[in-house]
């Protein structure tokens, strides 16, 4: 078999209540066998709770070369942070 | 002390030899199993594979060094896990045959994985209900690693029965190599009759038929054949092993036997 098996990204919660992030990736012939590989290669040190994969192909990725259409116009547009607010000392988790 | 004392306590000490000989064969097929998987290490067909199988050999050293404990402890003699493991030669291993096999091709070491994942899932789940409650406690944990190595080994061997021509065709060479040690699984003998009285162990043959309706269901979903009814009984729980296990046990001791006492 000179075919690799396809990429697979995974995506891991660390415990009950979080979102899923993304920690890496890995090659599988099925889904199956992308969560077992994704358990025994991301989740050995009871890093997880729940396993996401998903065929890298199927990610849509933003163009680096549009980098600046997308992104730079948000540049000069600081009124769009909260930062003009006064926060009352109550609030703690703003 | 009366007759019927001295037989009561004869009776006990037989019952506590039979208790150790069970409890070293539980550990001593983990720890064989675990070792032949520790042979992939750096081998495996894929990085994510070598993981994997890697992960399994730790789960079965894990449960024979909790089995070998309690064996030491059981006998008497002043034997810990690693005095069982590795000064022990090959005739006083208790493992079955099957696993002591050598890794063969990836479809050999799937079909053997299974058929042992099978018969564990089986006992393991019998044994969480043993009135000993050490062991039970031991085969609870264990259960919970083995319905994981199940579902490995089940995956891959319908990726490889229901994979391409060449994979068919490994996989159902595997399957009619390996079977004639399936035989012992179901085999009792005065040990597991003895445990099996006492509540320690279930009755060996009850096992057999929920046992084959799993094999059964796994190897349709293979789209494998079941082979033939094994008709010879290997009996490497009562240490008679196939030549395979010397040259194993020869890898597996060689550090202790060289330099004895050596500590890492």
């Not at chain 1, 599988?28 to 358990?39: Q, V």
């Not at chain 1, 025994?40 to 396993?51: A, F, M, N």
């Not at chain 2, 590795?86 to 799937?110: C, S």
Request: proline share 4%; hydrophobic share 45%.
């Amino acid at each position: 078999m000179n075919e690799e098996w396809p990429l697979f990204e995974v995506f891991i919660r660390s415990r009950s209540g979080l979102e899923h992030k993304h920690v890496g990736s890995l090659h599988a012939a099925d889904a199956r066998m992308a969560i077992e590989h994704a358990r025994d290669v991301y989740t050995r040190r009871q890093e997880g709770v729940s396993i996401w994969v998903m065929r890298s192909a199927d990610i849509i990725a933003s163009d680096p070369g549009e980098a600046e259409a997308l992104f730079e116009p948000a540049r000069d547009k600081v009124y769009r942070h909260p930062t003009f607010y006064v926060i009352p000392d109550e609030v703690k988790n703003l | 002390m009366s007759s019927a004392e001295r037989h009561a306590a004869e009776s006990e000490r037989e019952l506590q030899a039979a208790r150790c000989r069970y409890v070293l064969r539980l550990g001593d097929t983990a720890l064989v199993l675990g070792q032949r998987l520790g042979e992939w290490v750096g081998h495996a067909p894929a990085l994510e594979e070598d993981l994997g199988l890697a992960n399994l050999a730790l789960d079965l050293v894990g449960q024979a060094r909790l089995l070998l404990t309690y064996a030491g402890e059981l006998e008497g003699r002043g034997r810990d896990e690693d005095d069982l493991a590795f000064l022990r030669d090959a005739p006083e291993f208790m493992n079955l045959a099957l696993a002591e096999q050598p890794n063969g091709d990836f479809a050999v070491t799937i079909v053997r994985q299974w058929l042992i994942d099978t018969w564990q899932l089986q006992v393991y789940r019998a044994l969480a209900a043993s009135t000993d409650t050490r062991l039970a406690a031991i085969a609870a944990k264990a259960l919970k690693e083995t319905l994981y190595h199940h579902r490995f080994s089940s995956g891959w061997l319908a990726r490889l029965g229901d994979g391409t021509a060449e994979s068919h065709e490994r996989a159902q060479r595997a399957l009619e190599e390996l079977w004639r040690f399936t035989a012992e699984f179901f085999a009792p003998d005065e040990v597991d009759e003895r445990v099996h009285a006492a509540g320690i162990a279930p009755e060996l043959p009850g096992l057999a038929a929920p046992w084959s309706a799993q094999v059964d269901a796994d190897l349709a979903a293979a789209t494998l054949r079941r082979p033939a009814v094994a008709s010879y009984s290997w009996h490497g729980k009562r240490g008679v092993h196939t030549e395979h296990l010397g040259h194993l046990l020869a890898a597996m001791q060689h550090l202790q036997r060289t330099y004895p006492g050596l500590r890492w």
